[in-house]
């Protein structure tokens, strides 16, 4: 069964095209500058790579380019868009309906639709892209995934904000969580090498998008991010959790206006606002390593931070298993690990400092010291693969 992944945001379309039946990726790319200028690039493993400029106006004509690179008798890897059986399509919100993936009829369309106000962000290209697909593989089955949908287990108590509740009812305004497609996949997968499905287990999905979540019995029963990715730890331009009057003190002192602020918290922020360097983590470390004083108090915010949520979890779960790194920083930022995982003696956490800084990257590494009580791994998030996975147990 041949699954096509596509992962549209505003101006690209990223994509997999997945051979489930050998569980193996055909072919991948990305569509970058739709409404641009345009640029493809589309990767076929034992096949040259193959990168050019291209004219998208609009996410319609991309999957149109993606698929005749897929067909290519060249450097495609399929006969026919026919072979194509189902489409899996990455849907950042599903709100309170959509809470586990779904086949996408009119229904849950015009759901999703609706809370583009909740998303306004990731919203509009997903749905944008879903449209072109569909026009151009009518046969197809199309399935949506939600990174909020793995968070729909949590109790009340880890969701509803303590505001009046009338806001909530009226206007669903709670926290939703995201990144819930990795934080599941890693979950699963720290669960599978514990040899025990009902761990208690800590994911921090560390980039310039972060979030921490909290899984026991393969569910999750809190995570760092809330009612929009702004909540959390501090990332590359968002600022994370703060006071929240911090915003209506600005307001006032600066004269702000709401979107002004918003622009403030989530575009100039962060990493960013407090280094003055850049929102790439790799740059500031760079700077902190020249005596950039500013840099270096950045990357101690951050810590500072997601030691303090670990904290909480294991509060809250009564005990952890396992502690999990991914994403772009998790996966590869090795001093980071390292100074997430110092002083954390008492909650069970040691790693092997000498291994954490010479295992290979781009594979599972268990960094645990030896006789820790908490197991500590670093796991390549695959969240294309679960998206492949959910879309076809959906349409087999």
Do not use: W
Request: with cysteine; net charge negative.
């Amino acid at each position: 069964m041949k699954i096509l992944v596509v992962n549209a945001g505003s101006s690209s379309l990223k994509y997999q095209l997945f051979d489930m039946d050998e569980q193996k990726v055909l072919a991948k790319g990305n569509c970058e500058r739709i409404g641009i200028d345009g640029l493809v690039t589309h990767k076929c493993p034992g096949k040259k790579d193959y990168q050019a400029s291209a004219a998208f106006p609009d996410h319609r004509a991309a999957i149109a380019a993606v698929l005749a690179l897929l067909t290519d008798k060249e450097l495609g890897v399929i006969g026919s868009v026919d072979e194509i059986a189902a489409v899996g399509h990455r849907f950042a919100h599903g709100g309170e309906k959509l809470r586990k993936s779904s086949v996408l009829g009119e229904e849950e369309m015009k759901y999703l639709e609706s809370i583009v106000g909740l998303n306004p962000l990731h919203g509009p290209p997903a749905i944008s892209g879903f449209k072109a697909c569909k026009e151009v593989m009518p046969k197809a089955n199309h399935v949506g995934v939600f990174d909020t949908s793995y968070y729909s287990d949590m109790k009340e108590e880890a969701y509803v904000y303590p505001i009046p509740y009338k806001l909530y009812e009226e206007y669903k305004i709670r926290r939703y969580g995201f990144h819930g497609t990795s934080h599941r996949y890693v979950a699963g997968k720290a669960a599978e090498l514990l040899g025990n499905p009902n761990a208690k287990i800590i994911t921090c999905h560390l980039g310039n998008g972060s979030s921490i979540t909290a899984t026991v019995n393969g569910k999750a029963v809190d995570t760092s991010m809330g009612f929009t990715p702004q909540d959390g730890v501090p990332m590359g331009t968002r600022s994370g959790a703060i006071d929240p009057t911090v915003v209506t003190y600005i307001q006032k002192v600066k004269g702000y206006t709401a979107e002004e602020v918003d622009t403030l918290l989530n575009k100039e922020s962060g990493l960013y606002g407090v280094s003055g360097v850049s929102s790439d983590c790799r740059d500031i470390c760079t700077a902190a390593e020249n005596g950039n004083a500013r840099a270096e108090l950045a990357l101690k915010i951050l810590v500072h931070n997601i030691k303090k949520i670990i904290g909480s979890y294991v509060a809250e779960m009564n005990g952890g298993d396992a502690l999990v790194f991914t994403a772009g920083i998790g996966e590869n930022d090795r001093q980071l690990r390292e100074d997430v995982c110092k002083n954390m003696e008492f909650l069970g956490v040691e790693i092997d400092e000498a291994f954490n800084k010479s295992c290979p990257r781009g594979e599972i590494a268990d960094i645990s010291a030896k006789g820790a009580k908490v197991k500590t791994y670093v796991i390549p998030t695959n969240e294309e693969y679960m998206i492949a996975l959910d879309t076809q147990n959906l349409t087999k």
